[in-house]
C-alpha cells in the first residue's frame, strides 16, 4: 500500500500545479524584471533567469514525490520511453493526460502571472520568436534538459534533481539566444501574455518542434553515457553517491582521487 | 530525557531571535541596496531578495533544532492545525506565545537595522501598499509558503527545508507583485521603518487578512497533494529520500528514472 | 593513528593559506568589481559579496579537514572557549599560533590581490570606516557568524558549515552597514589595499574590538540557544540530521512537520 | 563487472560533451551578457559568471559518473599523477586521449556558441590577454582549482565536487584579474569566437604555460595538506563526511565544534 503510486487524478493535479507555478515564476519574474529594471535588458534577464532557476527547483520539491515533477511534456514523454520496456517509467496511457494537465496548469499559471501585475487575464504575446538560431537554441536547451534529467534518474542520483535542474535552466537562459523555453506547456503558456517572457502564438509551433528534436537527441545523450539502466532501490538513491549502480561508476571515473 | 522538547522558554528566546534576525536581514538589506544602487530599483530589489534568501536559509539552521524556526505566525497556527489528531505539532497553547515572540523579535530587528544604518530607532513607514493585485499576491505567496513547508515535512524531507525555504521566498520576492512579505510578524516589522521594506500601518491589516487567507489556501495544497502524514523517524528524515514514507512515492513516481 | 590531528605545523599552514585565500578573494573580488562597475556602488558590493560568499564556502571545503577551518582568530578563540571543559576544542596554547597564521596569511592573501590587479604590493587604505552604526554593525555580524558556526557545531551538522557560513557572510554584506567584516585577520588585512575592501589603519582597533565584543555576544547566543554539547561521533554528524544529538532536537521541535 | 570503468571511447565521449557544453556555457553566455547589459561590464562579467558557475556544476553531474568529469586536461594529468602509485587515478596512456578529447569538443562547443548566436562558425579573438599580472593571476586560478579538486577526492568528499568546483570557478571569475580560465581546453577554444569570452590564439600559449604552473602549484598544496591518499569505498565516500579517512581529520580538528 504505501509503495503503490498515487491516484493519476492527484498526479495530475501535482503537475497542473506545479506547471503552474512555473510559468507563474517564469512570467511573473519577467514583469517585475521588466518592470523595475527598465535600462538594461541584460539585468531583467539575470533576475529573471535566478528567480525561475530557484522556483523550479522549489517546485520540483513540492510536487515530485506525488507525480515525479515532470512540469514538462517531453520529460513525460521520455519517461514513457525510457521505461517502456522495464515498466518502470510513467504508462503510455499517462502521458496525453499529464501533457494536458500541464499545459492546462501553465496557462492558469500565465494568467495569475497577468492578474498579480494588474494585467487583463490574458493578453496575447506580440513577441516574435522566429529565426533559425533560436530553434537551434532551443534543441541545445532541450537536449540538455533531458540528458541531465535522466543522467541523475539513470544514476540512482535523482535526490539532486531539483537543484540541478533549477540551476540547469538558469544558465542555459543565458547561455542560449533563445534563453530556454524547453517546454512545449510552457511554451504554449507564454503565449498567453504580452510581457518580457512572452512568445507571440505564430513562434509557438516551430519551438515546440525544435524542443522535440532536442529531446530525441537527448535521449540519444542518455543512451551514449548511461546504456544500462539503474536498478537503484530508493533507499539507497536518496543519498548522492555516483557510483552505487551505474555500471561505469567505479572509483577510477569519478572526478577527483 | 534528550528526546524532549526544548523549554518553553528557550524556544520563544529562539522564535523571536530567529524573527528578529529575519527582520534584521530583510529591512538592513533592503537601505544597502536602496542606498547603494539608487538609480535601478529592480537591482535593489534583486539584492534584497538574494540577501534575505541566504539570510532565512541562515536562520533557519540556527535556531531549528531548538523551537522549529517557525518565524512566521502563519507557520505555526498551520503546524498545530496539520498536527493536532496526532499530537505531533505545535500545542495549540503554545501558538500564541509563538506568534507573539516572532512580532516582538520582529519589531526588535527592525529597530536594529534602523540602528545599524544611522537611523532613528522607529521610523513609521509611508509605504502604501494597497491594491488588489497586491493582496492576490501575498495569498498566492503564503500558500506557496505553507505548500513547501509542510510538503517538505510530511514526506520526510526537512532536512531540506531551510534552503529550499530560503530559496522560495528569494524567488517569489520577483515573481508576486507584491514581493511577497508572506509572514505576519514580519510585515507588522517593517512598518516601523520608512526605508525600502517598509509598509505603511494602513496597509498591514489587509495584508495580514490576504497572508491568511493565503495560509489556508497553502493548508488545503497539502491536503491535496500529501493527505498523509508520513511518519517519519527524525534519523532517516535527515536524508532527503522522497521516497521513504509518503503513500504517493514509489519508484514509478519520481521524477527522472 | 588515523584519528590524531594533522601536526600542528601542517595545521598552522592550512590556516594561513585559508585565511589568505579569504582575503585574495575579498579584495580581489572588490577591486573588480569597483573598476568593472562604475556606476553602481551597489551592483560592487554585491558582485564582492556573491564572490566572497561563494570562496568563503570552497575555502572551508578545502582546509577544514586539516585545521577546521576557523581563518578567524575569535572562532579559533571561540572553539577553545566552548570546548575547554571537554577537551574537545582548540589547545589554549595553539589559539594564539592559529591567530598569528591567519593574520600573517590574511596579508599574503591582500598583497596577491594587489599583484593580480597590477598594483603595488603594499597600499595603505585610505579608507576610514568610523562611526558607531559601523561598529554596532560589526557587534551583530560578529555575533551571528560566531553563533551560526558554533549552532551547527553543537547540534552535529558541521557538515553544513561551508555553505552556510558562505551564505551568512555574503547576506551580512549587504543588512549591516559595515559590510560585515567580522574577522580581525581579514580585517588587519585589508588595512594593506588601497581599494574597495580597505580599510584604513586607524579604523581597523575599534572595527577589531566591536568584533569581540560580537564574538562574546555570540558566545552567550550559542549557550542560550544550545546550553548542552553535543557528542555527536564524526561519522554521525557527516548527514545533516538535525535531531540527532541535541536534546531540543525532537521531532516536535523541528520546523516542518 | 559492475565496477568494471566505462568502455575508453565512451569516456571521450563523455569528456567532449562535457568540455563543449562547458565551453558553450561559457562563450554564449557571454555572448548574451555583452549584448544585453552594454552599459556595464562588471554586470557583464557577474552574468558570465554565475551562467559558468551552474553549467559547471550541471555538466559534472552529467558526465562525472562516465568519465570522471575532469573536463581539463590539467585535472587529467593531476589525476595520473597522484594516483599513479596506487593504481587509483587515470592511466598514463589515457590522458592525451582525455585531452584531445576536451580540446575538440570545446572547439565544437566554441562553433555550437557562435552558430547559437547568428555568428560565423568561427571567429578568432581579438582580445589580447598578455601580462604579467594575468599571468599570475591564471596560476593562482589553476592552482586553487586543482587543490580543491583533489583535496575533496583525497578526503572522502568527492560528492561535493560539482557545486563546490562550480562555485570556484564563479568566484575566481571576479576575485582573478584574468577571469580565471584555469582550463588548457577551454582557453584553445575560446580563441575561436571573437566575442566577451575569447582570447586572441597569440595569448594562448602563455596563459597554457602558466595554468600548468599553477597546477603543479596546486599539486604541491595537495601534497602540504593531504599527504596521505584516502582509500575511501565510493559507498562511504557519496556522503560527505570530513573525517572518515584523513588523518588529519577527527574531532579535534574540524570547523566548528
Redesign the interface.
Known amino acids: 500500500?504505501?509503495?503503490?503510486?498515487?491516484p493519476l487524478l492527484?498526479?495530475l493535479?501535482?503537475e497542473a500545479?506545479g506547471t503552474g507555478?512555473l510559468a507563474?515564476?517564469?512570467?511573473?519574474?519577467g514583469?517585475?524584471?521588466a518592470?523595475?529594471?527598465?535600462?538594461?535588458?541584460?539585468?531583467?534577464?539575470?533576475?529573471?533567469?535566478?528567480?525561475?532557476?530557484?522556483?523550479l527547483?522549489?517546485i520540483?520539491?513540492?510536487?515530485?514525490?506525488?507525480?515525479?515533477?515532470?512540469l514538462n511534456p517531453l520529460?513525460s514523454l521520455a519517461?514513457w520511453w525510457?521505461?517502456r520496456r522495464d515498466q518502470?517509467?510513467?504508462d503510455l496511457a499517462d502521458v496525453a493526460p499529464y501533457a494536458a494537465a500541464q499545459t492546462i496548469g501553465g496557462i492558469a499559471g500565465a494568467v495569475?502571472?497577468n492578474?498579480?501585475?494588474?494585467l487583463t487575464a490574458v493578453t496575447w504575446s506580440t513577441t516574435d520568436r522566429s529565426?533559425?538560431?533560436l530553434w537551434?537554441?532551443e534543441v541545445?536547451a532541450t537536449a540538455?534538459l533531458i540528458?541531465?534529467?535522466?543522467?541523475?534518474?539513470?544514476?540512482g542520483?535523482?535526490?539532486?534533481?531539483a537543484a540541478?535542474i533549477?540551476?540547469?535552466i538558469?544558465?542555459?537562459?543565458?547561455?542560449?539566444?533563445?534563453t530556454s523555453f524547453a517546454n512545449p506547456a510552457i511554451t504554449i503558456a507564454r503565449a498567453f501574455t504580452n510581457t518580457f517572457a512572452g512568445i507571440a502564438p505564430a513562434s509557438v509551433p516551430a519551438y515546440v518542434l525544435a524542443q522535440t528534436a532536442g529531446a530525441a537527441l537527448g535521449l540519444a545523450?542518455v543512451w551514449?553515457?548511461?546504456p544500462d539502466l539503474a536498478h537503484t532501490a530508493?533507499?539507497t538513491?536518496?543519498?548522492?553517491?555516483?557510483?552505487?549502480?551505474?555500471?561505469?561508476?567505479?572509483?577510477?571515473?569519478?572526478?577527483?582521487?
Chains 1, 2, 3, 4 share one sequence.
Open positions: 500500500m504505501s509503495t503503490a503510486p498515487a492527484r498526479r493535479a501535482a500545479l507555478l507563474t515564476a517564469v512570467i511573473g519574474s514583469i517585475a524584471a518592470r523595475l529594471s527598465p535600462a538594461d535588458v541584460g539585468l531583467q534577464l539575470f533576475e529573471n533567469a535566478v528567480a525561475t532557476a530557484a522556483a527547483a522549489v520540483i520539491l513540492l510536487v515530485g514525490p506525488v507525480s515525479g515533477a515532470h520529460v519517461d525510457l521505461g518502470t517509467g510513467l495569475l502571472a492578474l498579480m501585475y494588474d529565426a533559425g538560431h537551434l537554441s541545445v540538455g540528458a541531465v534529467v535522466f543522467a541523475l534518474a539513470r544514476s542520483r535523482a535526490a539532486l534533481s540541478t533549477g540551476a540547469y538558469g544558465a542555459a537562459y543565458f547561455f542560449t539566444s533563445s545523450t551514449l553515457l548511461y530508493p533507499a538513491a536518496a543519498v548522492p553517491h555516483d557510483t552505487a549502480t551505474a555500471p561505469a561508476a567505479r572509483t577510477q571515473d569519478r572526478l577527483p582521487r
